[in-house]
């Protein structure tokens, strides 16, 4: 039962779009990511997934209408419904979703992680 | 699917220790507090929950030792575990638990809120 300091766990890693566990309960994860670029397009079957702004912004695209977000701004994007975030420059930010969720949903791509590391 | 300002929502209710509901995903919920002063003891038996500190910041009290959190740091008090937030001076929390976690737990309390709003 330790705290978790967002800053520290930041600067532990710098690679984009590969999001780092840290948190868990309740079944659900925290998970941490730099993304910047574009993408892929996914859906996720079973699960809901909030993405919560920590630093920058990014737009979430859907397919018929695209969510701007800024820092100390969430989107929860709701089971079944495709999406793809875009980040035109870094953005830092905190994920909750189930355990286990794949992070390009229904699609297999080089994107794709199937391992993510705590941190 | 909108997304959420948390500086919006905190502007929107300025009492203490009566959260409210601005998210739901996967059976959990995600909520907004603002806390000054001690809360009471109590324990959930059957809910993790996540307090993540956006303004200020407070202690967590447990029966055998005191985590600080500051801002942008977080404490997973998993389910069991007794514990009491003291906030010398104002602090904004976000909460992360099940869907119908009730705010003091296992103790019937004034300060207990059976029905939270959504804002």
């Given at each position: 039962m330790e705290k978790v300091n967002i800053d520290d766990k930041l600067s532990l890693f710098s690679e984009h779009w590969s999001p780092k566990i840290v948190g868990e309960l309740n079944g659900q994860q925290v998970k941490l990511a730099r993304i910047k670029g574009e993408f892929v397009w996914h859906k996720h079957d079973d699960e809901d997934e909030m993405f919560y702004v920590l630093k920058g912004g990014f737009r979430m695209e859907f397919r018929d209408r695209t969510v701007e977000l800024r820092e100390n701004e969430f989107l929860i994007v709701p089971r079944g419904v495709e999406h793809r975030p875009v980040a035109e420059e870094e953005a830092c930010i905190m994920l909750f979703e189930p355990a286990g969720t794949l992070n390009t949903g229904n699609v297999q791509h080089e994107?794709?992680?199937?391992v993510l590391q705590k941190i």
């Open positions: 994107m794709t992680k199937p």
